[in-house]
Each structure stands twice: as structure tokens, then as C-alpha cells.
């Protein structure tokens, strides 16, 4: 029901920023929970951020906190994920994700996936 694109990565040197986004179809959107997943090469999948329904909560893993910001923007059907001081650490494939059962956040259990983006950060 949710088609996710993502957009946004690139490389950048440590200390940069980056902003994802993820354009999601669908006009039950504000219904999901948003996620965003990563995984580095040979590495397995890993939460990074997660955003509530309505927007209202959002949620992180500890590596990123203080240095990302998810954020959505319902009338648009899109997510974000501002990602800055960007370490070479945080060298992933990035991916949207979406879900309709909320609990728990901190999950990388999701109903549906982008394509993922490469965010690449070199020292």
C-alpha cells in the first residue's frame, strides 16, 4: 500500500551534513510509522531514528542523538532525516521504512522499504 523513495544521500567529509528524504505514496501515510534503518557493508540492519504517526514523538538510537533529526511532513507524504556532524561511522545505506503497528520504535521490523540511499562520510 506504501511505496517509499529516498533521496538525498551523497558523500560528504566528516562534520558535514546531509538531509534524506523519503517521499511515501499513499493517502493513509499519516496512519504509519516512519522509520529510518541503516546498514553499513557486510553489517547487518540497524535502527536509526523513529517518528510517530502524527508526528508528535520521535525516536533515536544513542550513536545519533543530538546529531540527527527525523521529522515529517504529512501533507506532503514525505520523512526526513537531518543528519548532521556526520562521523565516517555513520557510512551507510540509508533506508525509509514505514509501518502500521507502532510499538515498538526501536525496531528494524517495518511493512514496508525504500530502495535505500548511500550516505557516504570520509575523514
Known amino acids: 500500500q506504501v511505496q517509499l523513495v529516498e533521496s538525498g544521500g551523497g558523500l560528504v567529509q566528516a562534520g558535514g551534513s546531509l538531509r534524506l528524504s523519503c517521499a511515501a505514496s499513499?493517502?493513509?501515510?499519516?496512519?504509519?510509522?516512519m522509520g529510518w534503518v541503516r546498514q553499513a557493508p557486510g553489517k547487518e540492519r540497524k535502527f536509526v531514528a523513529a517518528?510517530?504517526?502524527?508526528?508528535?514523538?520521535?525516536y533515536y538510537t544513542d550513536s545519533v542523538k543530538g546529531r540527527f533529526t527525523i521529522s515529517r511532513d504529512n501533507p506532503k507524504n514525505t520523512v526526513y532525516l537531518q543528519m548532521n556532524s556526520l562521523k565516517p561511522e555513520d557510512t551507510a545505506v540509508y533506508y525509509c521504512?514505514?509501518?502500521?503497528?507502532?510499538?515498538?520504535?526501536?525496531?528494524?521490523?517495518?511493512?514496508?522499504w525504500g530502495q535505500g540511499t548511500q550516505v557516504t562520510v570520509s575523514s
Open positions: 499513499g493517502r493513509t501515510f499519516g496512519s504509519y510509522v
Open positions: 517518528i510517530s504517526a502524527g508526528g508528535g514523538r520521535t
Open positions: 521504512a514505514a509501518k502500521s503497528i507502532p510499538e515498538p520504535y526501536y525496531s528494524v521490523n517495518y511493512d514496508y
